[in-house]
T-cell receptor, first 119, second 117 residues
């Protein structure tokens, strides 16, 4: 079946502009994650959605970052007033489940990422 | 706080030989999951293998096996019979299942494996 898809694959934007990154998770997966991968910081968690629960935004680096998930499926990560330090690859992942206290595998399936370059 | 340490920034292995990629972790939670992912130059993260903290046996998936030593808090990945296609970055990751947080993965810095023909 189809995997996680992300668009665009590459985005070049000028400093100060807003950008939107899109993620289509695997059908049936209730959990969706955004991560950021940069040379200096490695892979960092940004935000997590699980079903209809309030998202876990604890990884968002600043209030310029926000994300939403419509209809429990597609998610959009928005970065306002982009800065050069926002340049990175933004990865989306999805999985089943996520119940507290259940250390099940529920491995996360990653999309190909969006490479964001802020000039 | 969780922490994943991969001490080998780069490794070389001869084709057809076995190689071990090190990973140590630090958590105070009794319930957690450990994962290994492969990231080839194309950039996509590929799930390889999972080990639960309560699993009695080491996980195995084809040529991949996880040497889980709970008391030492290590979860090393062993790749047997290396192939040229195994050349990639390898990330160890951990997920906390019993804390107040969500199920995000905490990643190590990665190890770049190069398979020599």
């Amino acid at each position: 079946g189809a995997g996680v898809s992300q668009s665009p694959s590459n985005k070049v934007t000028e400093k100060g502009k807003d950008v939107e990154l899109r993620c289509d998770p695997i059908s049936g997966h209730t959990a969706l994650y955004w991560y950021r991968q940069s040379l200096g910081q490695g892979l960092e968690f940004l935000i997590y959605f699980q079903g209809n629960s309030a998202p876990d935004k604890s990884g968002l680096p600043s209030d310029r970052f926000s994300a939403e998930r419509t209809g429990g499926s597609v998610s959009t990560l928005t970065i306002q007033r982009t800065q050069q330090e926002d340049s990175a690859v933004y990865l989306c992942a999805s999985s089943f489940g996520g119940e507290r206290g259940r250390p099940d595998s529920y491995e996360q399936y990653f999309g190909p990422g969006t490479r964001l370059t802020v000039t | 706080a969780q922490k994943i340490t991969q001490t080998q920034p780069g490794m070389f292995v001869q084709e057809k030989e076995a190689v071990t990629l090190d990973c140590t972790y630090d958590t105070s939670d009794p319930s957690y999951g450990l994962f290994w992912y492969k990231q080839p130059s194309s950039g996509e993260m590929i799930f390889l293998i999972y080990q639960g903290s309560y699993d009695q046996q080491n996980a195995t998936e084809g040529r991949y096996s996880l040497n889980f030593q709970k008391a030492r808090k290590s979860a090393n990945l062993v790749i047997s019979a290396s192939q040229l296609g195994d050349s990639a970055m390898y990330f160890c990751a951990m997920r906390d299942a019993s804390g107040a947080g969500s199920y995000q993965l905490t990643f190590g810095k990665g190890t770049k494996l190069s398979v020599i023909p």
